[in-house]
Structure formats: C-alpha cells, structure tokens
C-alpha cells in the first residue's frame, strides 16, 4: 500500500481555516485520496475523499496538487468539535479490498 | 438511520477468560470490518467481510481471536482465551462494496480491558 507522511500535530484559533497538508509521492494513478477523522473517544469518521479534482462538501474542502504528490484537507472555519486526529488515506480504485490503512495521523487541536 | 452498532461498550474482565464483542452494521451494507486500536500500534485491521464470508483475516493476530459473520446484521469477535496484551478498543466498521471507494462507517467501539 503507498505510504502517506503527515505532521504530527497542529494548532489552529477557533474560527479561522485550517490547512492539513498530506504527502503521498509514491501515489499510483489510480489510488484515492481519502480523510477520516477520529473524535476524543469516537470511532473514525470519513470526511472526504477524490481522485485528481478539488472536491467540497458540508464538511471540508480536498485540495489535490496538481501532480498528486501532496494534498490538503481545509476546514474553512475550525470550531473546538474539530479537534480529532486527522488521517489521510489512500485507496485502490481497483482494490477490491476496501481496506483502509491507517497511518498515525495528524493531531488537530484547536484553541478557543 | 442507525449507525454501527457495538457492545458492549466497556467491558473488563481476567485474563483466561472468554470475551465476545458483538456487532450490528448498518443495514444495506454488505462489507464489515473489525479493526483494533492501541497507543503503540495504532489502528490495525484485523479482519473483514464481504457478504458474510471472510475475504481477508491477515491481520488477526493469532489463533485465540476469531470472528463470525451468521448472517448480514450480526456479527462477533471472539477472544478466548484473553490475554492482558489484548487490551485496547475495538472498532467495528461497515460500508457498502458494490462500488468503488465507498466510505466506512464505524461504531463506537468496544474498549477491553484484561486484567
């Protein structure tokens, strides 16, 4: 499975946007870029996920770089319940699998 | 709709003794994963389901876990017998597989402790 490498932690004020970068160089052309999230004490929680297009929905926004290298989840204005462990993903679009495979994620805490 | 169902959701018990994590995926799906998650290891897969038949069991590690899945809505994960180093929270997981990249929804999670 591609690897991805995440800063460990981050810190962000309640409010403003967030910007959780992933790198993922050895990517392959037909992995997906997924995002779930685990809450204090929760099971994970997908967020979102594409391919090579910028994606958005009610959640967050995925900015895919443009040779797919590196990517961004955005929380266009963090508030305290958005503090979790961030894990970006990749995914097969032809594995059969759908197996996911969790890396140590990046730790989001948000300042009130 | 109901998400993932898991119990219970603490459970404590010695070691030697036989434990039993249950699970109810969301209706409609058809794949079901029991994942385990601790401060050094993270979380590890160690099984999953595709239309109740084990498809990939690598990940369990070792001969006193098992795990069933008698029909669509139900499923367990057994440990027998339990070991201290088996304490840590496990997720169940379900989603559905008939198209790609389908996202997982996993339940609250059972959080085991061996005494």
């Known amino acids: 499975d591609a690897k991805t490498t995440q800063p460990n932690s981050m810190e962000s004020n309640e409010e403003e946007p967030v910007h959780l970068p992933c790198n993922h160089s050895?990517?392959?052309?037909?992995?997906?870029i997924h995002w779930y999230r685990q809450l204090p004490s929760q099971g994970p929680e997908y967020v979102i996920h594409?391919?090579?297009s910028n994606v958005n929905n009610r959640m967050a926004s995925l900015a895919i770089a443009e040779d797919r290298k590196s990517s961004t989840l955005i929380l266009h204005r963090a508030t305290l319940r958005d503090a979790a462990v961030y894990y970006c993903?990749?995914?097969?679009?032809?594995?059969?699998?759908?197996?996911?495979?969790f890396g140590s994620g990046t730790r989001l805490l948000v300042r009130p | 709709d109901a998400g993932v169902i898991q119990s219970p959701r603490h459970e404590v018990t010695e070691m030697g003794q036989e434990v039993t994590l249950r699970c109810k995926p969301i209706?409609?799906?058809?794949?079901l994963f029991w994942y385990r998650q601790t401060m050094m290891r993270g979380l590890e897969l160690l099984i999953y389901?595709?239309?109740?038949?084990?498809?990939?069991d690598s990940g369990m590690p070792e001969d006193r876990f098992s795990a069933k899945m008698p029909n669509a809505s139900f499923s367990t994960l057994k440990i027998q017998p339990s070991e201290p180093r088996d304490s840590a929270v496990y997720f169940c997981?379900?989603?559905?597989?008939?198209?790609?990249?389908?996202?997982?929804?996993f339940g609250d999670g059972t959080r085991l402790s061996i005494l």
């Open positions: 997981a379900s989603s559905w597989a008939g198209a790609g990249n389908q996202p997982q929804h």
């Open positions: 050895t990517i392959s052309g037909t992995d997906y």
């Open positions: 594409g391919l090579t």
């Open positions: 993903i990749l995914r097969g679009r032809m594995d059969s699998s759908y197996k996911l495979i």
């Open positions: 209706s409609g799906h058809n794949s």
């Open positions: 389901f595709n239309n109740n038949v084990p498809i990939d």
